[in-house]
């Protein structure tokens, strides 16, 4: 299974790009939706909100008042931790419900569109960031949701700015123009990346890597070097000692491979197959013929995407 995250600023049009990637056959997890089912009438979560804050939460239909809740947690930093309390298990408990009821050969989407604001990227092999000048989402909001121009802007600035989104983006989708133009986008993403990484994360078969021609230095290096180590780190948890850029694409300035190599210090290579699901969650499988300079003292993890070639090279620490 391939879990890819998906987000995006208000108006920047990350549902046009929902809805075509489960045209093509992803399966969507969508956060939004996951966070209204858990309080429904009758559940467990809008018990609990009642519990913590009283009936006035609730509209004359008995559901949630959302507006009034509002009310209650802005401007309340304790108020609104009672609330997260709350609902982030109970939405991650469903969203896991979800995506353990897809097929394990499945591409499953999860929209999320706090997923940078709320650190998650590193929780996803891939992340795709779709985006539209601020303008262009002003007019769609004003336009298209009734806002006005004020409330619009308001909202775009409470969220994250484009530089977040940047760092944070494996795949960065420009909606500024006709919805036929980012669907022909998301059309060439889905076959010529995420269908083929689903498949080698399946077959368990990394990307071939070792023998690429030196391309010119490329800028983008350093930032998706610090996206691969968020992830390993995340996924290996605390055996980390720590994550170095290596190789020669960690050289500034310098032609090389296109292949980010991380090096990675553990505490002891006895916890490589406690940690190798972990590493196999976000997008790296463990290569098990021997690689170059492989020994006792270090084992070697590959990508399984075909767009972001790279190695992850474990060393035990002190060896």
């Known amino acids: 299974m391939l879990r890819v995250g998906l987000t995006g600023g208000i108006g920047a049009g990350k549902s046009t790009v929902a ?23 009758g559940s467990v979560g809008l018990a609990r909100l009642v519990e913590q804050f009283g009936t006035g939460v609730l509209d004359a239909d008995g559901c949630l008042d959302r507006p009034g809740l509002g009310e209650i947690v802005f401007g309340d930093p304790e108020a609104r931790q009672r609330l997260n309390g709350i609902l982030h298990p109970l939405i991650g408990q469903r969203t896991a419900e979800l995506i353990a009821e897809a097929p394990h050969d499945a591409v499953v989407v999860q929209d999320v569109p706090l997923l940078v604001e709320g650190a998650m990227a590193a929780s996803f092999p891939l992340v795709i960031v779709v985006h ?5 989402r002003v007019r769609r909001l004003v336009d298209d949701r009734g806002m006005t121009e004020e409330a619009a802007r308001a909202r775009i600035a409470a969220q994250a700015d484009d530089e977040a989104r940047r760092a944070a983006a494996d795949v960065w989708l420009d909606n500024s123009g006709a919805p036929d133009a980012v669907r022909a986008e998301v059309d060439r993403l889905w076959s010529e990346r995420l269908v083929p990484f689903a498949a080698a994360l399946r077959g368990q078969s990394p990307q071939p890597c070792d023998r690429l021609d030196p391309v010119p230095p490329d800028p983008c290096w350093p930032a998706q070097y610090q996206r691969l180590a968020a992830r390993v780190a995340r996924a290996i948890g605390d055996s980390v000692v720590r994550v170095e850029h290596i190789g020669p694409t960690s050289v500034p300035g310098a032609a090389a491979p296109d292949v980010i190599d991380l090096q990675v210090t553990v505490r002891s290579l006895d916890s490589v197959e406690r940690f190798s699901p972990g590493l196999a969650g976000v997008g790296f499988l463990e290569r098990r013929e021997a690689g170059p300079r492989q020994d006792a003292d270090e084992r070697w993890f590959v990508s399984a995407d075909p767009g972001r070639p790279a190695r992850v090279h474990i060393l035990e620490d002190g060896s």
């Open 132 to 136: 539209a000048p601020e303008s262009e």
């Open 19 to 41: 809805r075509r990637l489960v045209e093509l056959g992803a399966r969507l997890v969508d956060a939004d939706q996951v966070a209204r089912e858990v309080v429904l009438p």
